[in-house]
């Protein structure tokens, strides 16, 4: 069966980096868009940046444009986030996702088939 599995989360000050790492198990990725979704506790999942089988359309949310960059690997079926100048309103569980109904790319949270367990990512002031 398909599954994700995210890494690379941690504790960090406010202006420090993390690197998030998903490598995907049972597809192959490289025609399917994926994405970084991030949940903070009461809040709704919320998009955090997808990027397209080929890695050419990506779309980052406002609040991490500058500062976070997305990537993929596709010989290694592994989606990675590059996390700069973190700040303390990023601080969630942050989730790797996988479409596999379309080869279109989303922005939705509805439009994602799977989910890793998420990657818990702390940032203090």
């Known amino acids: 069966q398909v599954q994700l599995v995210e890494s690379g989360g941690g504790s960090v000050q406010a202006g420090g980096s993390l690197r998030l790492s998903c490598v995907a198990s049972?597809?192959?990725?490289?025609?399917?868009?994926m994405g970084w979704f991030r949940q903070a506790p009461g809040n709704e999942r919320e998009r955090v940046a997808t990027?397209?089988?080929?890695?050419?359309?990506?779309s980052y949310a406002n609040s991490v444009k500058g500062r976070f960059t997305v990537s993929r690997d596709n010989t290694k079926n592994m989606l990675f986030l590059q996390m700069n100048n973190l700040e303390p309103e990023d601080n969630a569980m942050y989730y790797c996702?996988?479409?596999?109904?379309?080869?279109?790319?989303?922005?939705?949270?509805?439009?994602?088939?799977?989910w890793g367990q998420g990657a818990q990512v702390t940032v203090s002031s």
């Open positions: 990027i397209s089988g080929s890695g050419t359309v990506i």
């Open positions: 049972g597809y192959t990725i490289r025609n399917a868009c």
């Open positions: 996702t996988l479409r596999t109904s379309s080869r279109y790319c989303a922005v939705e949270t509805t439009a994602f088939d799977y």
